[in-house]
């Protein structure tokens, strides 16, 4: 295991469903004071309603269906994102689920913080550790990147990089 400093202004993505907007809206604009310390960053048409909710700037990704989870799952990847609050509708079928459960697995490959509903995301915001400079612990996937492949065409050995 790795170590990486995430900073006290954590950068917080926001994201929900159609049917999940004005939770997160309002949990946002209940948890205004806190969300004015770090940096937003958002999908599609949340961001642009954080944006006029909160009257402060969000990052905007694309809306989730056009790739906005894959951009957001990108950054993730990247150490670009400290934590995740995402309002997803688990009884409404979404055209882009695997894009959804794809964003949510890379969250948990590198030990990101989500919140899938208002409770997680209420445990999360009021958090000590949200105020201060957090040591997380990133697993080490070198011996997984290294790994043996057996290509069938070739019949012989290759490693993954």
Same mark, same amino acid.
């Given at each position: 295991m790795s170590h990486i400093a995430v900073p006290i202004e954590k950068r917080i993505a926001l994201v929900a469903h159609d049917n999940k907007k004005k939770d997160l809206l309002d949990w946002a604009e209940y948890n205004r004071e806190m969300l004015k310390e770090h940096k937003l960053y958002a999908t599609g048409t949340t961001g642009r309603l954080l944006e006029e909710r909160l009257e402060r700037e969000?990052?905007?990704?694309?809306? @989730?269906?056009?790739? @906005?989870?894959?951009?957001?799952?990108?950054?993730?990847?990247?150490? %670009?994102?400290?934590?995740?609050?995402?309002?997803?509708?688990?009884?409404? +079928?979404?055209?882009h689920d695997p894009d959804i459960r794809?964003?949510?697995?890379?969250?948990?490959?590198?030990?990101?913080?989500? +919140?899938?509903?208002?409770?997680? +995301?209420?445990?999360?915001?009021?958090?000590?550790?949200? +105020?201060?400079?957090?040591?997380?612990?990133?697993?080490?996937?070198?011996?997984?990147?290294?790994?043996?492949?057996?290509? %069938?065409?070739?019949k012989s050995m290759i490693y993954s990089n």
């Open positions: 969000v990052f905007k990704l694309q809306s @989730g269906p056009l790739g @906005g989870d894959q951009q957001l799952g990108a950054k993730i990847v990247d150490g %670009e994102i400290d934590s995740v609050i995402f309002f997803w509708d688990p009884l409404q +079928a979404q055209p794809a964003l949510l697995r890379v969250a948990v490959v590198w030990n990101i913080p989500i +919140a899938c509903n208002r409770s997680s +995301a209420d445990m999360i915001i009021s958090s000590p550790l949200m +105020a201060e400079i957090y040591e997380r612990e990133v697993p080490d996937y070198e011996s997984y990147r290294q790994r043996p492949i057996e290509v %069938e065409s070739e």
